[in-house]
């Protein structure tokens, strides 16, 4: 079935409509970071630079690195970017946009988050990295799509839901998980964990300037949660929209973290500029081979 212009949105170019990309503009490996001044940090690394478009928040740059064709693209911040990106990314590949029909062989896409963290337990350092063995949700993105977790995800959101429902009612979380194959190609250190993912970086991450919380003690209850020997390690905006979307797409994605505050320590990176660095340069090599 041919899907509607209002549906398919393309500029007068042939691009996609908000990432302003053409069928072959990006590749197969993709590294999504949230600053777009954090893309041209990744593609320092290019041997050759083949793509570099700008259009509002989103900055993609195409290149080679260590031989491998990756792509690397700024969503910005938050679950409704990723909505953008994702969709956008693989329909690239996997609809025909002169015929504006699905195509009949899919082309699966891998994709590594470089991000930004904030660290639940007080024995994760600031500085240290995290991959994300789930991605949970409070943020209800998901919720629109036809996704129902299954196995260990589907008992993580009932965990979690138990843990906060008589607090939070309204809020009803989603997990999903990341693929094995792609969170072994790291080493130990980096540490494995549970990310949720929060609908805001001040409110909904327990933080409190002018505007009163309805339940103050929201960090302390989910710092507490253990599920299956696991604990939640850190939150952010974007980890449990990524592995959802991308389970939903058919694809894979695999979260890293540098974990720049300790909530519950009070604590803050000294040098935050130098841990995204650090992160990059860490993860890069493994991203190549996997």
């Given at each position: 079935m041919k899907i509607a212009p209002s549906e398919l949105?393309?500029?007068?170019?042939?691009?996609?409509?908000?990432?302003?990309?053409?069928?072959?503009?990006?590749?197969?490996k993709i590294i999504t970071v949230g600053d777009p001044g954090r893309v041209e940090k990744v593609a320092k690394y290019m041997s050759h630079i083949h793509v570099n478009k700008k259009k509002r928040?989103?900055?993609?740059?195409?290149?080679?690195?260590e031989g491998t064709l990756i792509t690397v693209i700024s969503t910005?911040?938050?679950?409704?970017?990723?909505?953008?990106?994702?969709?956008?990314?693989?329909?690239?590949?996997?609809?025909?946009?002169?015929?504006?029909?699905?195509k009949e062989e899919f082309t699966p896409l891998t994709f590594f988050r470089l991000g930004t963290s904030g660290g639940m337990q007080p024995d994760i350092d600031v500085d240290s990295y995290v991959a994300s063995e789930y991605g949970v949700g409070l943020e209800g993105l998901v919720h629109y799509y036809d996704y129902k977790a299954e196995g260990d995800s589907a008992d993580l959101e009932l965990h979690i839901r138990n843990a906060i429902k008589d607090r939070l009612p309204k809020i009803y979380p989603y997990a999903a998980a990341t693929d094995p194959s792609l969170i072994d190609a790291f080493p130990s250190d980096f540490i494995?964990?549970?990310?949720?993912?929060?609908?805001?970086?001040?409110?909904?991450?327990?933080?409190?300037?002018?505007?009163?919380?309805?339940?103050?003690?929201?960090?302390?209850?989910?710092?507490?949660?253990?599920?299956?020997?696991?604990?939640?390690?850190?939150?952010?905006?974007?980890?449990?929209?990524?592995?959802?979307?991308?389970?939903?797409?058919?694809?894979?994605?695999?979260?890293?973290?540098?974990?720049?505050?300790?909530?519950?320590?009070?604590?803050?990176?000294?040098?935050?500029?130098?841990?995204?660095?650090?992160?990059?340069?860490?993860?890069?090599?493994?991203?190549?081979?996997v």
């Amino acid at each position: 079935m041919k899907i509607a212009p209002s549906e398919l949105i393309l500029n007068e170019d042939g691009s996609i409509y908000h990432l302003q990309l053409k069928p072959g503009e990006a590749a197969e490996k993709i590294i999504t970071v949230g600053d777009p001044g954090r893309v041209e940090k990744v593609a320092k690394y290019m041997s050759h630079i083949h793509v570099n478009k700008k259009k509002r928040e989103f900055h993609t740059i195409t290149g080679e690195i260590e031989g491998t064709l990756i792509t690397v693209i700024s969503t910005g911040i938050g679950s409704d970017n990723i909505d953008i990106v994702f969709n956008e990314l693989d329909a690239l590949f996997n609809i025909d946009f002169e015929t504006q029909m699905i195509k009949e062989e899919f082309t699966p896409l891998t994709f590594f988050r470089l991000g930004t963290s904030g660290g639940m337990q007080p024995d994760i350092d600031v500085d240290s990295y995290v991959a994300s063995e789930y991605g949970v949700g409070l943020e209800g993105l998901v919720h629109y799509y036809d996704y129902k977790a299954e196995g260990d995800s589907a008992d993580l959101e009932l965990h979690i839901r138990n843990a906060i429902k008589d607090r939070l009612p309204k809020i009803y979380p989603y997990a999903a998980a990341t693929d094995p194959s792609l969170i072994d190609a790291f080493p130990s250190d980096f540490i494995r964990g549970i990310t949720l993912t929060m609908g805001g970086f001040y409110g909904p991450q327990g933080r409190k300037l002018r505007i009163p919380l309805q339940y103050d003690e929201f960090l302390n209850t989910l710092q507490a949660l253990n599920w299956n020997g696991k604990r939640m390690t850190n939150f952010e905006m974007e980890t449990g929209a990524i592995y959802a979307m991308s389970q939903l797409l058919g694809h894979r994605a695999l979260s890293l973290n540098v974990i720049l505050a300790n909530r519950a320590l009070g604590t803050f990176s000294k040098d935050p500029a130098q841990g995204v660095e650090g992160l990059i340069k860490s993860a890069l090599p493994y991203i190549c081979e996997v």
